[in-house]
C-alpha cells in the first residue's frame, strides 16, 4: 500500500480521491487550508497551502505520491503553475507528482486542436485552462527520471455533476473522452478510482490521459 497525500484534499476533486483511497487500504493525508468538519474516516488531516512549498513538503515527509488537485481559479490564478513547479523541485525524487488539469488541454480530437485553442470554449474559463496546460508543459520539462502523472478529467466533470461511482471509465490517452451522444462526462467518485489505477498501477508514466464514459 501507499502513502499518499492529496493536495486540496478537502475539494471536490480531492474529497472523492481521499475517500477511494482509503477504501483501498491506502495511507492518506489529506492537505487543505481548513480541516473540514465531515471528515473521511481512516485518513489525516492537515491544514496546509501549495502556496508554502517549504511548510508542505516538512508535512509530506515519507509519502510515496503526491496528487495536486488545487485548481488556478479565483484567489488561485496564476499561482498554482510556479506553485506545482516549486513542488516538484523540492519533494525527494523517488515521490511521484500526480495533477488533476482540466478538460481545456486535453484534444478535442487525435490531431487537435486542444480544447481551449477551439471557438466554442468559453472565455471566462480560458485563464484556468491556459495555466492548467502551461503545468503539463512545466512536467514534460522535467527531467527523465522525475516521474510524474497528469489528467484530464471529462468536460462535465464538477460539483454540479457529481454522479455515483461505478467503478469504470474509458482512458481516451490524449483526446476527451465522450459518449455517442457526444456528450464528456464522469463522476467524481469514478475520477477517484482512474487517480488510484494509476497509482496503483502506473500505466502512464511521465504522460498525461484523459478519463471520461
Known amino acids: 500500500m501507499a502513502r499518499i497525500a ?19 487500504g491506502h495511507t492518506v493525508v489529506s492537505v487543505a487550508r481548513t ?19 517549504p511548510g508542505l513538503v516538512a508535512e509530506l515527509e515519507g509519502v510515496d505520491v503526491v496528487v495536486s488537485t488545487v485548481p488556478g ?36 480530437s487525435a490531431d487537435g486542436p486542444r480544447l481551449v485553442d477551439t471557438e466554442e470554449f468559453a472565455e471566462e474559463y480560458k485563464p484556468e485552462a491556459l495555466e492548467a496546460a502551461d503545468i503539463l508543459e512545466d512536467l514534460k520539462a522535467l527531467p527523465e527520471d522525475r516521474d510524474w502523472f497528469y489528467i484530464h478529467p471529462a468536460g462535465g466533470f464538477g460539483a454540479w455533476a457529481p454522479g455515483e461511482r461505478t467503478g469504470t471509465y474509458r482512458d481516451g ?9 457526444g456528450e464528456s462526462y464522469i463522476s ?4 477517484a478510482v482512474a487517480v488510484i489505477d494509476e497509482i496503483e498501477s502506473p500505466q502512464h508514466p511521465r504522460d498525461r490521459f484523459t478519463v471520461g464514459y
Not at 12 to 19: E, F, K, L, T
Not at 39 to 52: I, P, Q
Not at 188 to 191: K, P, Q, S
Request: aromatic share 2%; glycine share 18%; charged share 20%.
Open 188 to 191: 467524481g467518485a469514478d475520477l
Open 6 to 24: 492529496v493536495i486540496g484534499g478537502t475539494g471536490y476533486a480531492g474529497r472523492h480521491i481521499v475517500a477511494e483511497a482509503v477504501d483501498r
Open 73 to 108: 481559479r479565483g484567489d488561485m490564478l496564476g499561482k498554482v503553475r510556479p506553485a506545482v513547479a516549486q513542488l516538484v523541485a523540492t519533494l525527494p525524487d523517488t515521490v511521484r507528482v500526480g495533477v488533476i488539469g482540466g478538460a481545456g488541454g486535453s484534444l478535442a
Open 35 to 53: 480541516v473540514p468538519n465531515e471528515r473521511v474516516e481512516g485518513a489525516t488531516y492537515l491544514e496546509g497551502t501549495l502556496l508554502d512549498v
Open 173 to 181: 490517452g490524449d483526446v476527451l473522452v465522450v459518449d455517442e451522444q
